[in-house]
């Protein structure tokens, strides 16, 4: 198994500012994601990153908006740039390891 | 495009009793389907996980099966618990990068 710490639990946050949320993991794991929970909807993957090269980005989501950081096999960052109220959401981290993936606590944004 | 769908999107029963929860998928070429919870504010838990080859798991008083071809999958909990309130989510994987795709989920409350 794999426990999965995140910062901050939540934020709340003004129009046009960046916010960067930090994921830790208790052991060494290849890929890492990053996903997004809309007030009232599911989780939509936003990039998964490996170490030691570019994150990889799902369909609507660019780096410029949510640069993300791998600087090693433990930790990641995922940065929530020039914020609008849209961005508000459940920002959770999750890693895959022996077939099952475990995620986070999550991140509570609440951009006004 | 994968599609996950589970109904019904919210469920209320009584303490005691046996419940179904439904999920189905449009791509059966699936690497393998997981069962979460999220219990509010929090992250998710991994239940169960079914890998492509096999039919059903159980854990406790949790049992998921699997139906590939038709694209279905159900969570089935029996003698429902007021702990087991919780929103329940499926996810399939596929392909190379075994990207997760959530279903919309399905808001469960057990009334003691």
């Known amino acids: 198994s794999a426990v999965i710490s995140q910062k901050p639990s939540r934020d709340i946050c003004q129009r046009g500012t960046s916010l960067t949320i930090q994921c830790q993991v208790d052991?060494?794991?290849?890929?890492m994601f990053w996903y997004r929970q809309q007030p009232g909807q599911s989780l939509t993957l936003i990039a998964t990153?490996?170490?030691?090269?570019?994150?990889?980005?799902e369909s609507g989501f660019v780096i410029d908006k949510f640069p993300i950081s791998r600087p090693n096999l433990t930790f990641s960052t995922l940065t929530v740039s020039n914020m609008s109220p849209e961005d508000s959401s459940i920002y959770l981290c999750s890693v895959e390891a022996v077939d099952t993936q475990y995620f986070g606590p999550g991140t509570r944004l609440t951009v006004l | 495009k994968q599609e996950v769908t589970q109904i019904p999107a919210a469920l209320s029963v009584p303490e005691g009793e046996n419940l179904v929860l439904n999920c189905s998928f449009t791509?059966?070429?699936?690497?393998?389907l997981q069962w979460f919870r999220q219990d509010p504010g929090k992250g998710l838990t991994s239940l169960l996980l079914?890998?492509?080859?096999?039919r059903e798991q159980t854990s406790g008083r949790l049992n998921a099966s699997l139906d590939k071809s038709s694209g279905r999958s159900t969570l089935y909990i029996a003698a429902s618990q007021p702990g087991d309130s919780a929103t329940y989510l499926c996810?399939?994987?596929?392909?190379?990068?075994?990207?997760?795709?959530f279903g919309t989920g399905t808001l469960l409350a057990v009334q003691p």
């Open positions: 052991s060494q794991v290849t890929m």
């Open positions: 990153a490996n170490q030691g090269s570019e994150a990889t980005y």
């Open positions: 791509d059966s070429a699936i690497y393998n």
């Open positions: 996810a399939v994987s596929g392909g190379a990068t075994n990207k997760l795709i």
């Open positions: 079914i890998q492509s080859s096999q």
